[in-house]
Nanobody
């Protein structure tokens, strides 16, 4: 299983970026997909997560970020609006999925994509 993330880059404060992450490989079902981020010198933190139609967000991004999922494409999107310098981090895609009907849910990570917000 591979998770490939796209969409990071440099943006000015107040701008927008859209991240996408596609899961590929031997996948039976995906329970949840989400985004985490890690800023320099800080621990990795949950940004947003979507599962079975429900979503949850970090307090710091509520009202600014939205998360959506295309089940047919095994892809999750993170729309980031009103970006702030404190949003600068490496963003990691995560999926909790089963590789077969006999499997237990396991967590998989993408390679990370850098988002830099300039002031």
């Amino acid at each position: 299983v591979q998770l490939q993330a796209y969409g990071g880059g440099l943006v000015q404060a107040g701008g927008s970026l859209r991240l996408s992450c596609a899961a590929s490989g031997s996948i039976f079902s995906i329970n949840a997909m989400g985004w985490y981020r890690q800023a320099p010198g800080k621990e990795r933190e949950l940004v947003a997560r979507i599962s079975s139609g429900s979503t949850n967000f970090a307090d710091s991004v509520k009202g600014r970020f939205t998360i959506s999922r295309d089940n047919a494409k095994n892809t999750v999107y993170l729309q980031m609006n009103s970006l702030k310098p404190e949003d600068t981090a490496v963003y990691y895609c995560n999926a909790a999925l089963l590789r077969s009907r006999y499997d237990s849910p396991r967590s998989y990570w993408g390679q990370g994509t850098l988002v830099t917000v300039s002031s």
